[in-house]
Structures are given as C-alpha cells and as structure tokens.
C-alpha cells in the first residue's frame, strides 16, 4: 500500500470514529455525514485499488459505534418524551436483532430486527429542525416510526439482506431500473412539496442544525454532578440499561472483529461487572465532589480507571495459571468507557427534562 492509498484510508477510518463524536452537538449533518461516509468507504478503497483485510467486521462495528452515540445524543437532546420512548425502543430492537444474527447468522433475522432507529432519528431531527418536537404527542411519533418501517426499512433490510442485491450493480446490470428509482424519487419530492409543505402548520423557530440549549437546571457539569449525587443509585434503570447496551455491543464486536474468541455469556458477565463497578465510582466521586469537569477529562479518568482494573485482573488471572487478550480487553475498556461516561453525562439532562419539561414555543439558539 502506497503512501497514498494510506492517507486515504486513515482519513477514512478515522472519519468513521471521529465523525460519531459530533453527533451530541450537530446531530442531523453529523449523523448524515456517518451515513454517506459509510455508503461510499468501500468504494472509495476500491477505486484506489485497495480492499482492507477483515475491513468488513471493522465496518459492522463503525456502524454498530455510531448508531450508539446516535442513541445516547437522544438523552442529552431530544425534548419530547414520546418521540424518545420509540426511538429508545427502536434501538434497542434492533441491537437485540443484530446480537442475535452475529450469533446465528440467518439473515431473516435483520429483516425481522430492522434499523428503523436510524431513519427515524433523521425524522425527529428533521421536524426539529424547524418545528418543536414537544407539539407532537406519542400517535404521531408511533405512526412516523411505523411508516418508516413498513414503507422504507422493510424493502431496504430484504433488499440488503435476503437477495443480497447491490444497488449499483443492478442499476448497471437493468437497463430500466436507473430511472425508475429517479422518477420515485422525484415523485416523492414532488408529495412532499406539493401535498406535505401546504399542511405544515408555521415553523416554530428559524432554521438551525445545532443542538438545543441544555435545561437551565442542568447546564453546568456542577449541576450534573450534584443531580448525580441526589438522585442516582448503583443498581438502578440507567445502570441496567448501561448494562444491556454496553453488553451487547461488546457481544456484537467479539462476533465481528478479528481475533476476538471470547464466549458470548462470559464476555457480557463481565461487562456488567464493569459497568457497576464504574457505576459505583461515578456515584461516589460525585458524592466527594471529585467529578471531572468535562466529558473529554471524564472519559480520560475513566479510561485509567478501568485499564487498571483490567491489568488487576490479568494478574490474578496468571496467579491461578489463567490468561487474559489484553489487546482486546483494552479494546473494550476504551469502549465501554466511552459509551458508559456518555451515558453518565447525558442521563441527567433526561432526567430534568422529563420532570420538569421545558415551555413549548422557546426560541433555540441560532446554529
């Protein structure tokens, strides 16, 4: 591989990890840009002569990667309870569905587990964009997800997954089907500004991308770790739910990284021990006032924390003639540190919000 050839593919791997990051902050263009950049990686490899060995389990778990910040930017942003409580469900289905494919690996199953997650994350984001979420109760959020399922995300996932059809080859290979998907979509455009923009009721505010304002209550981090010293509990839903998401997602990366050997069962055991133990000491530094200021330094702490933990228990391992992959347990420590940190930072701004949900109508500021 040329020097060339290298620069491009680290621009492109690092894009596929760094680009997750904005989503917190920018959430519809960052989670677009993750979208297209995931589409074109391979063929941007391919045209310069290039196919990455095992890129293809890289690529499933980029993709599992950026869907989970997609995920954890709903705590910190979205507004609207209803719209949160599909999404969360949508997620969490389909991340059950692709654990249970990595484990069997019947295709039916991404069919049945669809990623409506992520089209109806570009949905929410899209109304917010103009309009508040806040004025839409839960019917039409279960209506808008149901749509997307039915409509886009079913023909999508069979196309994809059960005939194994590639877009461009087919456009090649059919003489007809170019166009036809240019006049459906065209056609689309044309309900949408025609039949769907007149029925819009007026936007609630101008045009911005950024995310909204954090609640008053809960913008300081010293606000965040005092809610976290009042309010939150070792065992408890945010810890459980930490514990699903991390565990599945560390089940999923051992299905599909090269060299990682480690059982299911075991491998998520053992998450979960992680997660309350990193839930025991967020909840006392926040009791101790030793809580770091920013997410980047929280997440730094974490990271040193959790590597000695992990060098603990190689240690005792090879006391009683056992072994740990260090190179894959720090591979899951920087995971699971980031994931959980994240979750920590933004559960409380949930948590504000629903108790006490911000007037209809405000003004966000300006992108």
Request: hydrophobic share 55%.
């Amino acid at each position: 591989m040329d020097t060339g050839t290298q620069v491009v593919f680290l621009a492109v791997v690092g894009g596929r990890f760094l680009l997750p990051l904005l989503i917190p902050r920018f959430p519809l263009p960052a989670l677009l840009a993750c979208l297209v950049l995931d589409g074109i990686d391979q063929s941007i490899f391919q045209a310069f002569g290039y196919d990455p060995p095992g890129y293809q389990g890289y690529d499933k778990a980029m993709d599992v990667f950026y869907l989970c910040v997609a995920y954890l930017s709903t705590l910190r942003n979205w507004t609207s309870g209803p719209a949160w409580q599909v999404g969360r469900f949508l997620y969490f289905y389909r991340l059950v569905g692709v654990v249970a494919f990595e484990l069997t690996q019947w295709r039916p199953l991404l069919l049945i587990f669809p990623n409506t997650f992520e089209y109806f994350f570009i949905a929410y984001e899209v109304v917010r964009l103009r309009w508040d979420p806040t004025r839409y109760g839960l019917r039409v959020w279960v209506w808008t997800a149901g749509l997307i399922w039915v409509v886009v995300k079913l023909p999508q996932e069979w196309w994809i997954h059960i005939a194994q059809l590639d877009f461009t080859d087919t456009v090649q290979e059919v003489a007809w089907f170019g166009p036809a998907v240019v006049l459906a979509l065209l056609a689309l455009l044309a309900v949408l500004w025609f039949v769907v923009r007149p029925r819009l009721r007026p936007a609630d505010w101008p045009w911005h991308v950024s995310a909204d304002p954090l609640p008053a209550a809960i913008d300081e981090p010293a606000e965040r770790s005092a809610w976290v010293a009042s309010h939150y509990r070792v065992l408890s839903v945010p810890t459980l739910e930490k514990v699903v998401l991390v565990g599945l997602i560390s089940v999923v990366y051992a299905s599909v990284l090269p060299g990682s050997e480690a059982r299911s069962t075991t491998l998520f055991t053992g998450v979960a021990v992680f997660v309350v133990i990193n839930a025991a000491i967020t909840l006392w530094a926040a009791r101790a006032a030793r809580s770091m200021e920013t997410l980047t330094g929280a997440f730094a702490a974490r990271v040193a924390v959790n590597m000695g933990l992990v060098v603990l228990g190689d240690w005792l391992l090879r006391r009683d003639s056992g072994s740990l992959n260090l190179a894959g347990a720090l591979f899951f420590v920087l995971l699971l540190s980031l994931v959980t940190t994240m979750h920590d930072h933004f559960w409380p701004v949930h948590e504000v919000r629903a108790e006490a949900p911000e007037p209809t109508g405000r003004q966000p500021a300006p992108a």
